[in-house]
Nanobody, 125 residues
Framework: QVQLVESGGGLVQAGASLRLSCAVS????????MGWFRQAPGKERAFVAT????????NYADSVKGRFTISRDNAKNTLYLQMNSLKPEDTAVYYC??????????????????WGQGTQVTVSS
């Protein structure tokens, strides 16, 4: 059973930065594509960013491109999301997820097998 634990959320003002972390309890962390998703109140879970196993490729939602950076440290079994220039519309619960299956779109929540419990990010105007 893969366990993912997010941390780093909080309440910040617009324009501030936060870095989210996701600790993964599995030796094969480096074998999996990882992703960040977010869910705002009353909305569906939405794709934020994804990164390949070796960090060779990343992809971002248009709404965060240029402001957010996904990265991973395979030696520490940890996934990161650096969020800069935060906006009130970034307010949501942020989830990290692991994709162990080879099929499925890397931007679709349905393609990911394991999820963390989420961390709240609130951006005030």
């Amino acid at each position: 059973q893969v366990q993912l634990v997010e941390s780093g959320g909080g309440l910040v003002q617009a324009g501030a930065s936060l870095r989210l972390s996701c600790a993964v309890s599995e030796r094969t962390f480096s074998d999996h594509r990882m992703g960040w998703f977010r869910q705002a109140p009353g909305k569906e879970r939405a794709f934020v960013a994804t990164i390949t196993r070796s960090s060779g490729s990343t992809n971002y939602a248009d709404s965060v491109k240029g402001r957010f950076t996904i990265s991973r440290d395979n030696a520490k079994n940890t996934l990161y999301l650096q969020m800069n220039s935060l906006k009130p519309e970034d307010t949501a619960v942020y989830y990290c997820a692991a994709k162990t299956r080879l099929y499925g779109s890397s931007s679709s929540p349905d393609a990911y097998d394991y999820w963390g419990q989420g961390t709240q990010v609130t951006v005030s105007s």
